[in-house]
């Protein structure tokens, strides 16, 4: 679009990976299962902690946040990339490259406070166990939880309003998978030394800062540690910070790898690899980590899966009368599903006009009247139900 001289931006290039077919493939598959993970995987976790009472307690509460950040983020990144990549639409538009950063930098700011909430919860929790509840008492969640998702809605607000004011009427060509604030400066016609100023600021409060109040948590964690004389006892006082300290170690490294060594962005290869890491494979490690590192959560799980509710019964007459109280239903589900995912779903399965018709008929026709017949044949109560209506015809 041409203003006066100047041409000005409205969409902006992404840089991909690599213009190879077979490694586009590649790629794809790999983005679309960590994307798949974390959805899953931090999904499992909110619900998880949501509906089992043993875990309503401030370290499970952060948790939570925390998923909900690494969806945001993921959801922010890699939904884009995959349409890059699989059908190599590489370009983005002004609004949604100033979308995309807004939510980036919303989400990562957020999980470094939230990072920092958790550590010091882990410090009060294991330094001075015996005031608990009362230095994290639910209100006092509550409040590091609403300044964390505030603090870093505002800074991203400035950092995105900030962008929004700047000239775009050169080069369209972002050097990145991804709209990122840094990249974007780079293409800008008017001045970005406010932006620049801001970008330091907020890289010293949340990046620096942050990371000296995560460290210090942990330092008065490890000291507290080392003075327990039992070796039970200073694994258990371990196993309560290891999970969130295998987090924050995955996750600053990867940051201060990017933002904070000297000729660390030398490379936009590393540079992608190491991005990826924090919007891609943090947020699908995240909740393997809580969940196969985490005894609670695990005992929530499985008393949450009906699957292993049935497989914890010892009689074998008991796992089938319990095993029968869902069969029906499961069947249903199944016969149901496996049609739609067949026809909406997986690759080329439209490809054929007589396979999807024959497949719309199963759900629509074939479905709804097998249903009635699973449901009766095979549930003792409706049989016994129909027998006390029709005597005769039984």
């Known amino acids: 679009m041409s203003v006066g001289n100047q041409t000005v931006v409205v969409e902006f290039i992404l840089q991909d990976f690599s213009d190879d077919p077979q490694v586009r493939a590649l790629l794809s598959v790999l983005f679309l299962l960590l994307y798949l993970i974390a959805l899953a995987g931090n999904s499992l976790i909110i619900t998880l902690i949501t509906l089992s009472p043993g875990l309503h307690t ?30 190599q639409v590489d370009t ?39 005031r ?35 000239t775009f009427c050169g080069p369209n060509h972002i050097p990145h998978f991804m709209c990122e604030a840094p990249s974007l400066l780079l293409l800008s016609c008017s001045s970005t030394k406010l932006n620049n100023v801001m970008i330091i ?15 210090g948590s942990y330092g008065y964690i490890v000291a507290s540690i080392l003075r327990i004389r039992s070796a039970s006892g200073k694994r258990r006082a ?15 490294s990867t940051v201060i790898y990017t933002y904070f060594l000297p ?17 891609a494979v943090s947020p699908a490690v995240n909740p393997l980590i809580y969940t196969l590192r985490n005894k609670d959560v695990k005992a929530a799980l499985q008393k949450l899966a009906p699957a292993s ?33 067949y026809t909406y779903f997986l690759p080329g399965s439209g490809s054929s006009m007589e396979n999807g018709n024959v497949v ?31 005597p005769a015809s039984w």
């Open 238 to 252: 371990f196993s309560t910070c290891s999970s969130h300290l295998l987090v924050v170690t995955l996750y600053y």
């Open 309 to 341: 509710r049935i497989l914890r019964i010892r009689s074998a007459s008991g796992k089938r009368r319990a095993f029968n109280t869902c069969s029906s239903h499961l069947l249903v589900v199944s016969l149901y599903y496996s049609t739609v995912i």
């Open 132 to 166: 608990y509840g009362t230095i994290m008492s639910w209100p006092v969640c509550v409040m590091l939880a609403v300044a964390v998702w505030t603090f870093s809605a505002i800074n991203s607000s400035v950092h995105t309003g900030l962008i929004a004011k700047l």
């Open 92 to 130: 983005i538009s002004y609004q949604g490259c100033l979308t995309q950063i807004f939510f980036l930098i919303w989400s990562l700011g957020a999980e470094l406070l939230l990072l920092t909430a958790m550590a010091f919860d882990r410090y009060v929790a294991i330094c001075q166990p015996l």
């Open 263 to 279: 000729g660390s962005g030398s490379s936009m290869e590393n540079g992608k690899v190491v991005t990826v890491m924090y919007t």
């Open 201 to 215: 600021i907020a890289d010293v409060y949340f990046g620096v800062i942050n990371f000296f109040l995560t460290l």
């Open 360 to 390: 719309t008929v199963l759900y629509t026709a074939v479905s709804p009247a097998l249903n009635p017949l699973i449901y009766t044949l095979r549930n003792k109560d409706v049989k016994a139900a129909l027998q006390k209506l029709f």
């Open 58 to 87: 401030p370290m499970y509460f952060f948790l939570v946040n925390l998923a909900i950040l690494d969806i945001i983020c993921t959801t922010t990144v890699l939904p884009k990339l995959l349409e890059s990549l699989l059908v």
